[in-house]
């Protein structure tokens, strides 16, 4: 038998509720009908792996921000019991993958599952006999999700939303919650898939002119502002909010942007004006420079982070050698891109770790996109 040297990292599944359409309506959820065979056939794949000891996801495996603003969003305990209930076969693969007491299985919620839980974790994927058998929960309190970080050696694992302005847990405007801007921004996007079936479902993607526009003072009202009015909303538009007890809760869009209007400010205040403007940047897609920030220290060496739904293998940087940024990328944006993972082997004989993005075609391995190594 081959040796258990590999763990597997995964990020941005976004396994969400089933919506049930009315006529005229869209699918506005993120894992789709192709995306989701292809993740169940790959963590079948993993379960039957011989050289893999750990497989991590790193943050929005689940997904309850994206539902329109007229629907009153699941739990995400909700969304795991319907799922079970109704035999879901992305569900069963991962049960099936935790079964396996070979493979260590750990989740860490990330921003659009940010409520996830110890007890949901345990509830819905514990094994009643065998602690090998069952999910491993590595995350901290809920209301810090985003923040939770899975650590090895010199490598360090974590989502990667903590440290953008828009999805960072922000208990400065959102105290009971912690929701971040981003949680609206989501909720308006959803609003206008549901009613056109197509829709820009990462603002990023032209945020970045927003931000040459406008610079980044009024960056993040001018951003709801554009997608609010790319989803045909008014500021009175009302945002039904999850229950509290069996009170229906709901906010609207002129309260959001009154709310968040100085959110950079007060980043620039508590972080100063370099990293307020670098989490900006990390909402447009470049997370390199908070890997960077976390490897000049000593412990570590290896960043891997999800959230921008974009694969990234970058070796070394200006002002940090000896160091690796991989981003897993994502499940959840076929065909535009590849299914993505990122693989890590420890070479203890060679006393060194290589970082490899991988894809996966749907059915089998696909090719290496990129790959180096690193002493230990």
């Not at 490899?356 to 190594?373: N, Y």
Request: aromatic share 8%.
């Amino acid at each position: 038998m081959s040796e258990r040297n590999k763990r597997i990292f995964l990020s941005d599944l976004h396994i969400s509720h089933i919506p049930k359409l009315k006529a005229g309506k869209h699918d506005y959820t993120w894992l789709q009908k192709t995306d989701a065979e292809a993740l169940v056939n790959f963590l079948k794949h993993l379960t039957s792996r011989q050289d893999v000891e750990e497989v991590i996801f790193i943050g929005d495996l689940f997904d309850n921000w994206v539902v329109p603003v007229d629907i009153e969003p699941p739990s995400i305990d909700d969304i795991i019991a319907t799922r079970k209930a109704d035999n879901d076969p992305v569900i069963q693969a991962l049960e099936n993958l935790c079964r396996n007491p070979e493979i260590r299985v750990v989740c860490l919620p990330g921003n659009h599952d940010m409520e996830l839980t110890s007890e949901i974790v345990e509830k819905h994927f514990g094994h009643k006999t065998d602690p090998r058998k069952s999910l491993v929960f590595g995350g901290s309190a809920p209301w810090n999700a985003g923040s939770s970080v899975y650590r090895s050696s010199r490598l360090r694992a974590e989502h990667g939303s903590a440290h953008a302005m828009f999805n960072a847990p922000d208990p400065l405007n959102n105290p009971g919650s912690r929701l971040p801007l981003g949680y609206y921004i989501s909720r308006v996007a959803a609003t206008k898939t549901h009613e056109t079936g197509s829709g820009n479902r990462h603002w990023w993607t032209y945020a970045d002119d927003v931000l040459e526009a406008v610079g980044p003072e009024k960056f993040a009202a001018c951003v709801f502002e554009a997608i609010l009015e790319e989803a045909r909303l008014s500021h009175d538009t009302e945002i039904v909010m999850p229950k509290r007890g069996k009170q229906t809760v709901a906010i609207t869009a002129r309260q959001i942007s009154e709310r968040y209007e100085d959110l950079y400010g007060q980043w620039k205040q508590r972080m100063g004006a370099g990293i307020a403007f670098k989490s900006i940047l990390a909402e447009i897609g470049y997370l390199d420079d908070a890997a960077d920030r976390l490897c000049k220290k000593n412990d570590t060496n290896i960043v891997v982070f999800g959230h921008s739904h974009d694969w990234v293998l970058d070796k070394d940087a200006w002002f940090v050698s000896d160091r690796i940024y991989a981003n897993c990328g994502t499940w959840c944006d076929s065909p535009g891109k590849p299914w993505t993972y990122v693989e890590v082997e420890t070479r203890r004989e060679k006393k060194e770790r290589v970082v490899r993005v991988l894809s996966w075609t749907g059915k089998k391995p696909g090719e290496t996109l990129k790959e180096a190594s690193i002493n230990l």
